[in-house]
């Protein structure tokens, strides 16, 4: 199995500052047919299921506010919220999808400072 | 747009099977364009996939719980489901169900059930 490590744990940011989340990969998880990562994120609400905010490790989905951004560096990727909102406090997740049993960091917390 | 909703005993006793429905609405399990999938989070824990089915009925299953799944697809219900047996206090958790386009991200999913192993 692929396995997908996050750093930090927690993150305390205050209004307005950039919040940036890691993850990276045990292996690779780009994918040569296509030269895409196969990475993506979710943010989880307190009782509210996962939703994705960026997948193809860089590419947002739709409805999702432009201060969020994935990006991608050999086995390494970062979520950065720009400007950091009330609304964004959540656990984020990476998940890898290139290969099964897909797999999801642990999840980084983050808070507003 | 699809929305996915799971449904079934929210309590189940220790070595008995669990059982869960997700119903598809909005959208079909017919889809050849995705596969539909459960997951599940232990409380106050992480995700774990459990397993995705296709339309055809095509199965894949997490290793670390494939002795004991069974995802089936009922497209006449638009729904599928997933058995997990000889349950034990570890697999409490809320249970997700997904859509998965082509094995990819997971997206939508259901708001969750919470399913107690309990005596």
């Known amino acids: 199995d692929i396995v997908m490590t996050q750093s930090p744990d927690s993150l305390a940011v205050s209004l307005g500052e950039r919040a940036t989340i890691n993850c990276k990969s045990s292996?690779?998880?780009?994918?040569?047919?296509?030269?895409?990562?196969?990475l993506a994120w979710y943010q989880q609400k307190p009782g509210q299921p996962p939703k994705v905010l960026i997948y193809w490790a860089s590419t947002r989905e739709s409805g999702v506010p432009d201060r969020f951004s994935g990006s991608e560096s050999g086995t390494d990727f970062t979520l950065t919220i720009s400007s950091l909102q009330a609304e964004d406090v959540a656990v984020y997740y990476c998940q890898q999808y290139y290969s099964t049993p897909p797999t999801f960091g642990q999840g980084t917390k983050l808070e507003i400072k | 747009q699809v929305q996915l909703q799971e449904s079934g005993p929210g309590l189940v006793k220790p070595s008995e099977t669990l059982s869960l429905t997700c119903t598809v609405s909005g959208g079909s399990v017919s889809s050849g364009r995705h596969y539909w999938s459960w997951i599940r989070q232990p409380p106050g824990k992480g995700l774990e996939w459990i397993g995705y089915?296709?339309?055809?009925?095509?199965?894949n299953y997490n290793p670390s719980l494939k002795s004991r799944v069974t995802i089936s697809v009922d497209t006449s219900k638009n729904q599928f489901s997933l058995k997990l047996s000889s349950v034990t206090a570890a697999d409490t958790a809320v249970y997700y169900c997904?859509?998965?386009?082509?094995?990819?991200?997971?997206?939508?999913w259901g708001q969750g059930t919470l399913v107690t192993v309990s005596s």
């Open positions: 292996q690779s998880v780009l994918h040569s047919s296509n030269n895409k990562n196969y």
């Open positions: 997904a859509r998965v386009p082509l094995k990819n991200w997971f997206d939508p």
């Open positions: 089915i296709y339309y055809s009925g095509s199965t």
